[in-house]
Structures are given as structure tokens and as C-alpha cells.
């Protein structure tokens, strides 16, 4: 079985031409946290989105994946 995706966190920070590292020092967060949510082990809280949302200059509902294309 296939893992869901949740969030396109890993993609965005390609797309910008930034590192999980420079995320966690942005939010001052551990870099483990990053990765989890990167391959979406885990997912980060409405509040982390959307300080990551705003790191990244963009809307924190284009961070996620739409429930209508899965």
C-alpha cells in the first residue's frame, strides 16, 4: 500500500531552492521535525503552516494536497 501524501513541503522547498535545514533554522526547530513532515511521517500543526506558508511566501492551502485529486 502506498503512503498518503499530505503536504508538498518537501516540493516547495525544492521549487524555492531551499533545504529542510534552512526551514528548521527559520522556525527554529529541530531538523528531524523538517524531514518528518518532508516524507510526511508526520504533519505539522495549522499554526507551524502557516509560519512555514510565510517563510515561503505563499498561502498555507498550497502547502497541502487537494483530498479531490488522491
Known amino acids: 500500500m502506498s503512503k498518503i501524501i499530505y503536504n508538498r513541503i518537501k516540493a ?3 521549487e524555492k531552492g531551499k533545504t529542510n535545514k534552512d526551514l528548521a533554522n527559520a522556525l ?3 531538523p ?3 524531514s518528518s513532515w518532508c516524507t510526511n511521517s508526520a504533519q505539522p ?3 507551524k503552516l502557516f509560519e512555514i506558508a510565510l ?3 505563499m498561502e498555507a ?3 497541502l494536497v487537494s483530498a479531490k485529486k488522491r
Open 12 to 14: 516547495v522547498l525544492a
Open 28 to 30: 527554529k526547530i529541530a
Open 32 to 34: 528531524e521535525t523538517v
Open 45 to 47: 500543526s495549522i499554526k
Open 55 to 57: 517563510y515561503l511566501d
Open 61 to 63: 492551502r498550497d502547502l
